[in-house]
DNA sequence: TGGGAGTGCTTTTTT
DNA sequence: AGCACTCCCA
């Protein structure tokens, strides 16, 4: 069949596996969407399934796209029927269609993370909680964490008082989203979960109909996702989990890796395959990513290998500081462009965000176009959540949330004062803010009846074809004059402008299909603008624009993961930076960060570049860092160095950086030598308590110079050198 | 109401 | 260092 053509027998065997359940053991460049999309072929073509029974679940929409556009060229039907998407994109359709059993408003709307945020800060502040001792951001953390184990405010085990407070907290946050009928994203995966769980007729249904379920990056499911699994394979489903243990990086966010396991035994998955063969990368690439991801324990176990032959060597740098880093990569890039090599097959990858700045400023003194990923998002621009709110408003005026947001913006004279009268109007009659407004008397409540009035006008359009209805929305509102006053307003104008444009591709794409209008009260209201608000929730839009330029790229090695390019530089590789100051205590939090290189090396197609900083500037202070442990962790043989490396003394991590001895430092202007007293990085010294230790980190100079020592079994500790009684240990 | 100064925080992130 | 956030004053 023509389909099967070209797949290794690994991924044969997989896209043509019996109605069982199956565990693929994808590595990085194995294959792994084209074996899950061609699976779905496969099953379709072969009669062993309609499209309609399918349900593929995806993280991120991206790779759900992407799997509906392979779909598309390879089979030909209509692949709009089918149920491909993301967890929550998955949910939200199945509560707008169950709306009621779901115990959800027709028309609930979706908050995303600063939405949520924005929500449990005004909860705190109506509840007279002091946000000191509970902090917004903790809390959402706490909540999310809850749901997303699928456990309610009176299934969590609270032992001690902070904990029972918090769960007040969840129980009166949950309470809050409910009378406003707001959902965030955790409760789309818990409502939809328990939706299911508690209707047999319905988990019946879906059970039944989805009788082949696939799942893309199976590592990177929590608890309440792989049960929400669990519960719509049922007895008789099928469920084909492709995933990477190897490629885990994400359980600081709640993935749980151990979920592989689970479903290995909890099914007794009769096939476990192994996706070894690479297509991606030069086997100098592919041994190293093999040696590093070795010293990990309780894997389940894989090699990667190619045909493609060795390719070049991996190239390290040391550098003396961040600045000489950016330099030089500069200096390689140009000669890199200069052979020929596209800027867009270049990636410039780091651990954290913050290190982007020196490399951009770099970048941007010589000239060279890059694009950064990350950050701002189209709908999480301010002017568009402004104009979102409205929006929202005309569909749900409890959403108390954007009502907030947007009742005095632009400024219509409601300052915090009236806001806070109306609050306490609401909180007494028991209502949203929206409908607490005819009890409003004085200057506040004509005001207020004013704004009322505006979102009363904008709901007569609400029938309006979506695109000109945001195009009123945004003059009705007064957000267009705002910002044509305003002198930093220009891409502002342009961002809503656009608004209307991703309004009118919406519909043009994903319209909603032959289902009408819905009535909200007062009035129809298009569908299309209640598939558009999700839309914008679930879909955070596009990074940035500027797709189309030939640009470097740069990005957090976590935000490469699923991407490929031929060249690839993975910077700051220092102790302390990466793997993380944070994470090197627990083994756990080592191996997280192991498979994170592990993710970074597998990106190179062609060439992969490595570099250390020995300066670095962090957090308005120089930091000096050792190499680190996972460059050694890569077999010599494999490894060119581009600087001059002198063997190293006193272990892994003993070892002083060659090129630069604090005392001749060039640019270490600022030596951090203690008093006169010479410490250095690599140093073993002995503490009269902690015993003997070894010197990680230097930094201030005179009086104020501290070191960070790591002690082995009695831990890490920064001391002052003034203070702190050290002698020099041999 | 808006801006300027002072304060505190700082790994990774999708939905 | 750089940014987000708060507070206070004109």
Known sequence: MNLLNGLNPEQLAAVTLPRQHALILAGAGSGKTRVLTTRIAWLIATNQMTPQQVLAVTFTNKAAKEMLARLTAMLPINVRGMWIGTFHGLCNRLLRAHYRDAGLPQLFQILDSSDQLSAIKRLLKSLNVDDEKYPPRELQHFINGQKEQGLRPSAVEAWDGYTQKRVQLYEAYEAQCNKEGVVD????????????????????????????????????????????LKLLAGAEGCLFCVGDDDQSIYAFRGAEVGNMRDF??????????????NYRSHGNILDAANAII??????????????????????????????????????EIQALARDGHARSEIALLYRSNAQSRVLEHALFSAGLPY????????????EIKHALAYLRLIANPDDDTSFSRVVNFPTRGIGARSVEALQDAAKAAGS?????????????????????????????????????????IVELSGLREHYKNDKEGQDRLANLDELINAATSFIAEEGVIGEGGVIGEGGELSADLIAFLAHA????????????????????????????????????????????????????????????????????????????????????????????????????????????RIARHGGAHGGVSPRLTFADAPRAASSPRAGG?????GQTVRHAKFGEGIIINLEGGGEDARAQINFGSAG??????????LEAAT
């Not at 990177?220 to 929400?228: A, E, F, P, S, V």
């Not at 694009?371 to 301010?382: A, H, P, S």
């Not at 007293?677 to 990085?681: D, E, F, T, V």
Request: hydrophobic share 40%; proline share 3%; net charge neutral.
């Open 185 to 228: 994203f955790a409760e789309l995966l818990l409502r939809c979960y328990e939706l299911l769980s508690r209707n047999e007729a319905l988990r019946r249904h879906y059970q039944e109909r989805f009788r082949h379920i696939l799942v893309d990056e199976f590592q990177d499911t929590n608890i309440l996702q792989y049960k929400w």
């Open 537 to 644: 929730a679930l879909e955070a839009g596009e990074h940035q624009a500027g797709e189309g330029d030939d640009a470097l790229q740069l990005m957090t090695m976590h935000s490469a993961k699923g991407l490929e390019f031929n060249i690839v530089f993975v910077t700051g590789l220092e102790e302390g930076l990466f793997p993380h100051e944070n994470s090197v205590m627990e083994l756990k939090g080592l191996e997280e960060e192991r498979r994170l290189m592990y993710v970074a090396v597998t990106r190179a197609r062609q060439r992969l570049y490595l570099s250390h900083a020995q300066t670095r500037m962090l957090h308005g202070q120089t930091r000096y860092n050792l190499p680190s442990r996972f460059i050694e962790e890569i077999p010599g043989g494999l490894v060119k160095w581009l600087t001059p």
């Open 677 to 681: 007293a010479g410490y250095r990085i």
């Open 294 to 331: 070795k010293n990990n324990d309780n894997r389940l176990g894989k090699n990667l290998w190619t045909d493609a032959g060795a390719g070049e060597p991996i190239r390290v740098f040391e550098a003396y500081s961040d600045l000489d880093e950016a330099r030089w990569i500069v200096e």
């Open 716 to 725: 890490m500790k920064w001391l002052a050198l003034s203070v702190a009684k």
């Open 371 to 382: 694009r950064v990923y990350g950050g701002l998002r189209f709908f999480e621009r301010q």
């Open 432 to 472: 949203s803010l929206f409908a607490a407004i005819p009890a409003m008397s004085g200057k506040a409540g004509t005001s207020l009846a004013n704004f009322a009035a505006l979102i009363g006008r904008m709901k007569e359009m609400a029938h309006l074809p979506l695109p000109e209805l945001v195009d009123h």
């Open 264 to 277: 290995e035994r909890e099914f007794r998955v009769p096939n476990v395959i192994r996706l070894e063969q």
